[in-house]
């Protein structure tokens, strides 16, 4: 049984390939409601990696969760910024009712915001999670090299070390799920040995960390707010503190939790994420012309 099927198991989601800007995209679904779309990071194994938090979400919302052109089961494109926005928009024509909220994790929510700036209409809500994108973001000298080593050799030894990086508390986590966490190493291992995904990585990384001017995402046009682990080492709270201040957009926290507050936290991540949702807009107002 592979990585991603042990991943998935127990999940009430049914998977389904869709061709979207003529590229084969492999989507979750779950649940019944309003549109939710997770879009993932940049992590080999895809949409799977929302596993802890689908069913939670599927509760209240339709959930939507496609692995990205050229990582986990989708094909790969030559440039995933140039087709983009069309994806996307195929996406919602085929999966909604309507625009989604859109939830973006890491180096996706990097895409989602430059997404977002550029077609904003086509979602609802964007929440931007642990993306370096939307300040002065350097990637930390010790994740630098973990990354490399991973890259270059993607054994379980370098996984562990580049997990132990993502997490607040790695072994508290294994200890609880040590069977979806092996899961998930067997299947991000699995997927980094691909050349194609190794190279919409790279592309990925090189893109998904570079700045977006503050002109560029003041241009978005729908409520923004910032989700964060409180202890994310990848990208850490400053950056989003900064970027609150500067565009007024609200940061809600999630404790004890490093870059992957869904994973290690799932029921606190789910939570806040729910009463972020159900905010109301009129606070978003007030905030921006805080900010602006």
């Known amino acids: 049984m592979s990585g991603r099927t042990r991943m998935l198991a127990g999940v009430p989601a049914q998977q389904r390939s869709l061709r979207l800007a003529g590229v084969s995209t492999v989507v979750l679904e779950a649940g019944a409601g309003p549109p939710l779309v997770l879009l993932h990071g940049g992590i080999e194994c895809a949409g799977p990696v929302w596993a802890p938090v689908i069913a ?27 087709v983009l926005g069309e994806w996307f928009r195929d996406l919602v024509d085929h ?3 309507g625009p989604p909220a859109l939830v973006a ?13 550029e077609r904003g ?7 931007l999670y642990g993306a370096p994108a939307i300040g002065p973001y350097r990637m930390p000298l010790g994740l630098r090299v973990v990354a490399i080593r991973f890259g270059l050799r993607p054994t379980r030894s370098n996984a562990e ?10 072994e508290g986590f294994r200890t609880r799920e040590p069977g979806w966490l092996e899961a998930f190493g067997e299947e991000v291992r699995d997927r980094a040995r691909m050349p194609h995904i190794r190279r919409s990585m790279r592309k990925l990384i090189a893109r ?11 241009r978005i046009p729908v409520p923004t707010s910032l989700l964060w682990g409180r202890h994310d080492r990848f990208v850490p709270l400053e950056l989003a503190e900064g970027a609150s201040k ?3 957009w609200p940061l809600r926290l999630v404790d004890a939790a490093g870059h992957v507050a869904h994973i290690e ?14 905010t109301p807009r009129a606070r978003f107002a007030a905030a921006a012309s805080a900010g602006a």
């Open 56 to 82: 939670g979400l599927a509760e209240r919302h339709r959930v939507i969760v496609p692995d990205l052109p050229g990582f986990g089961e989708s094909k790969p494109v030559d440039d995933l910024y140039d």
């Open 95 to 97: 999966s909604c009712d």
């Open 105 to 117: 994790h890491s180096l996706g929510g990097s895409l989602a915001a430059r997404l977002a700036a």
């Open 121 to 127: 209409r086509l979602v609802r809500r964007l929440i």
């Open 161 to 170: 070390r580049f997990e132990r990086w993502a997490f607040f508390d790695y």
């Open 208 to 218: 998904g960390t570079k700045r977006l001017p503050d002109a560029e995402l003041r």
């Open 246 to 248: 500067r565009l007024g």
């Open 265 to 278: 936290r799932p029921d606190a991540f789910v939570a806040a994420l729910t009463e972020e949702l159900d």
